[in-house]
Nanobody, 123 residues
Framework: VQLQASGGGLVQPGGALRLSCAAS????????TGWYRQAPGKQRELVAD???????NYANSVKGRVTISRDNAKNTVYLQMDSLKPEDTAVYYC??????????????????WGQGTLVTVSA
């Protein structure tokens, strides 16, 4: 699985951005796609994720401001971020957790990361 993240940029506080994570390769094996972020000097943290069944999960810090969605026809997961704050400044990464079975019925679990996209919230 290959992931291509895009959509980052500079936005003023209170503004909005939509990030995209386009998947290619063995996309049918993707079970959950998540967006993570890493601010300078901080650990990478989960922002939101969405399962293949469209169940969603959000970090408390972004609830009510962020919406994760998926377009299966485009193999793309979106992160709509509204009411952005300076503390949302970070490099945002998408991650896909995959599961598939080999010809001999052995489960194979793997995680794939896209390249980061920088979001800067500043006046």
């Amino acid at each position: 699985v290959q992931l291509q993240a895009s959509g980052g940029g500079l936005v003023q506080p209170g503004g909005a951005l939509r990030l995209s994570c386009a998947a290619s390769g063995r996309v049918s094996s993707i079970r959950t796609t998540g967006w993570y972020r890493q601010a300078p000097g901080k650990q990478r943290e989960l922002v939101a994720d969405i399962s293949s069944g469209r169940s969603t999960n959000y970090a408390n810090s972004v609830k009510g401001r962020v919406t994760i969605s998926r377009d299966n026809a485009k193999n793309t997961v979106y992160l709509q971020m509204d009411s952005l704050k300076p503390e949302d400044t970070a490099v945002y990464y998408c991650k896909a957790d995959t599961l598939y079975y080999t010809d001999s019925d052995e489960p194979v679990v793997a995680a794939y990361w896209g390249q980061g996209t920088l979001v800067t919230v500043s006046a």
